[in-house]
């Protein structure tokens, strides 16, 4: 494996940790297990 062109940034302007998610008032929403969700790839 190459390494080159690639360049060294912070984890935090790669990835987003706990993104937001909004509900407005009133809104019913499931709450899932983090088993039951497949991984995104």
């Known amino acids: 494996m190459?390494?080159?062109?690639?360049r060294e940034?912070?984890?935090?302007?790669?990835i987003l940790f706990n993104p937001p998610e909004y509900l407005k008032n009133g809104t019913v929403a499931k709450k899932v297990a983090m088993e039951k969700l497949n991984p995104f790839t």
Do not use: Y
């Open 9 to 14: 940034v912070l984890l935090e302007d790669a």
């Open 2 to 6: 190459s390494f080159e062109g690639w």
